[in-house]
């Protein structure tokens, strides 16, 4: 009863690194643009250019526009940090960004699990794979990750929201996540490090047990298949999409799945930085680069203006 409810919280960021604080200011806002570019220019060609309108690109405009929310989410608190030394954030809005950032990563687990299956069908079920992958069945693809993210993230927010914070508010890290809220808090955590496992499986194992077994599949058809210039085209169609899966997975394993005693805050930020602020602006490159129907629409494009 004597204590006193926190009401704002001091985000450390990179306070350690005062001399090189403009330095990082400037390469992290020239990073955020160019994700904000490089996905909302994705957006617009997959929306106008006629070449582009398949299902693949179709799950690729969910995937950008995903990408956009989580680095907007993170990223200018995150440069308010690096610039003042300190973000002081209020309790209310330390949880929304927690809400925000994870939705956005139960989203983009299920849109890669999507885009497996995706993938699945079109390379090992190539005659059907129109005829399965319609306009409808499109929809709901994509719809049922937006309303199942939020719905399930509210079960591992809740309870996080109900921490009791008695003395320290400075949370060493540059946006509010899980672990500092949980090495922050004076409350019994196990309970919701429980219901964060018991989350996990519908939230992460079910879709990258998902993306390995439609990858084995496409692995073995690859395999039969007698040319080695057909073994490269057919792997080329999903070879982003691999690189993609491969990089997110191995953020959020090294992220959550070690357990907490081993991680250093050095460690986290690190992990987290590779997370929130590199892999939404590899997405958009990744997909450009290796696309050569995003490459000529990029240059049709760009011959129009």
Not at 53 to 68: K, N
Not at 70 to 83: G, Q
Not at 275 to 295: E, G, M, Q
Request: hydrophobic letters at 50%.
């Amino acid at each position: 009863m004597n204590q006193t409810r926190v009401t704002e919280f001091y985000l450390l960021g990179f306070g350690n690194l005062h001399s090189f604080r403009i330095v990082l200011f400037l390469l992290f806002l020239i990073i955020f643009l160019f994700t904000v570019m490089g996905n909302l220019l994705i957006t617009i060609l997959v929306s106008t250019n006629v070449h582009l309108q398949s299902p693949m690109y179709y799950f690729l405009c969910h995937l950008s526009a995903t990408d956009l929310v989580t680095s907007t989410n993170i990223v200018p608190n995150m440069l308010r940090a690096i610039l003042l030394g300190e973000n002081i954030m209020t309790y209310l809005g330390c949880m929304t960004q927690f809400y925000f950032f994870t939705c956005t990563m139960i989203l983009e687990c299920f849109l890669l699990a999507v885009m497996s299956y995706d993938r699945y069908l079109a390379i090992c079920n190539p005659l059907r794979y129109f005829s399965i992958m319609d306009f409808k069945h499109q929809i709901c693809l994509s719809v049922w990750p937006w309303l199942a993210g939020p719905t399930l993230n509210l079960i591992g927010v809740l309870p996080v929201s109900n921490f009791d914070f008695c003395l320290d508010n400075i949370i060493d890290h540059f946006y509010c996540d899980l672990f500092p809220l949980q090495k922050l808090s004076c409350s019994d955590t196990s309970i919701v490090e429980l219901e964060a496992f018991l989350l996990s499986i519908p939230i992460f194992m079910f879709p990258c047990g998902l993306v390995i077994v439609t990858y084995v599949y496409i692995f073995l058809t690859i395999y039969k298949i007698p040319s080695t210039t057909g073994k490269q085209k057919t792997f080329s169609t999903c070879s982003s999409h691999l690189i993609v899966v491969g990089t997110f997975y191995g953020t959020i394993t090294a992220k959550y799945m070690i357990p907490s005693k081993e991680h250093s805050m050095l460690i986290y930020k690190i992990i987290s930085l590779l997370h929130t602020v590199f892999t939404p602006l590899f997405n958009p490159i990744i997909y450009s680069l290796r696309n050569k129907d995003i490459k000529m629409a990029l240059k049709k494009l760009f011959n129009n203006m």
